[in-house]
């Protein structure tokens, strides 16, 4: 079955450092989604496109973080400066479409440590 | 907002029996989508059962079968027959509309016993 790849698969960074980290989907999935999962906790999403648009970026730490998924395939997350509270999964997801019963399938996700 | 709510951080099961994992959300929408989603220790997140709020019918994936009672808000996941491989982070997660987002519960680890 095809899945969903992200790299790095962990990103150990000191803070006030840039990072970024790639997401793969799965071919002709038309949404992705990216997540951040602190330890213990369920995913929150960051950040949400349909092709290469954002539908749902309002949780996303907009002075900070970033993401583009330019030509509607592969896309990128990148944080700058990297916090200490940035320490997370990120977690990549994709599904054939936004609606709302649609499957999601996830990645193995980066785990960052920020020092 | 939108809140999913599970209460219960971790059970435990012994193999061959059957568990209930408890979730509750809160919505003022009619329409909506809830899922139960799998976290094995390798991390990678899988669906496990989803359930269309419209449908009456409580849905079932082969050991896996919920309790959806929609005036409670309630919507809990049994597994029957647990296996070992059952073990892992179980989230409930809920979702409406097109273009939404899906909203996760904080998860509930589930070990299970040989």
């Known amino acids: 079955e095809a899945e969903v790849a992200q790299s790095p698969r962990y990103k150990i960074t000191e803070k006030s450092q840039a990072v970024a980290f790639w997401c793969d989907p799965i071919?002709?999935?038309?949404?992705l989604y990216w997540y951040r999962q602190i330890l213990g906790q369920g995913p929150e999403l960051l950040v949400q496109?349909?092709?290469?648009?954002?539908?749902?970026d309002s949780q996303l730490p907009k002075d900070r973080f970033s993401a583009e998924r330019l030509k509607g395939v592969d896309s990128t997350l990148k944080i700058q400066p990297a916090e200490l509270g940035d320490s997370a999964m990120y977690l990549c997801?994709?599904?054939?479409?936004?609606?709302?019963?649609?499957?999601?399938?996830f990645g193995s996700g980066t785990q960052l440590s920020v020092l | 907002a939108q809140t999913v709510t599970q209460s219960q951080p971790e059970m435990s099961v012994q193999e061959a029996e059957t568990v209930t994992l408890s979730c509750t959300y809160d919505?003022?929408?009619?329409?909506?989508?809830l899922f139960w989603y799998k976290q094995p220790p390798s991390r990678q997140m899988i669906l496990v059962i989803r359930?269309?709020?419209?449908?009456?019918q409580n849905a079932t994936e082969n050991r896996f079968s919920v309790n959806f009672q929609k005036a409670a808000k309630s919507f809990s996941l049994k597994i029957s027959d647990s296996q070992l491989g059952d073990a892992a982070m179980y989230f409930c997660?809920?979702?409406?509309?097109?273009?939404?987002?899906?909203?996760f519960g904080k998860g509930i680890t589930l070990s299970v016993r040989p």
């Open positions: 071919s002709g999935h038309a949404t």
């Open positions: 997801a994709s599904s054939l479409s936004s609606s709302a019963n649609e499957k999601l399938f």
């Open positions: 496109f349909q092709d290469e648009s954002v539908v749902d």
């Open positions: 359930q269309e709020a419209y449908k009456q």
């Open positions: 997660a809920y979702r409406t509309g097109a273009n939404s987002k899906l909203t």
């Open positions: 919505t003022s929408e009619s329409d909506y989508y």
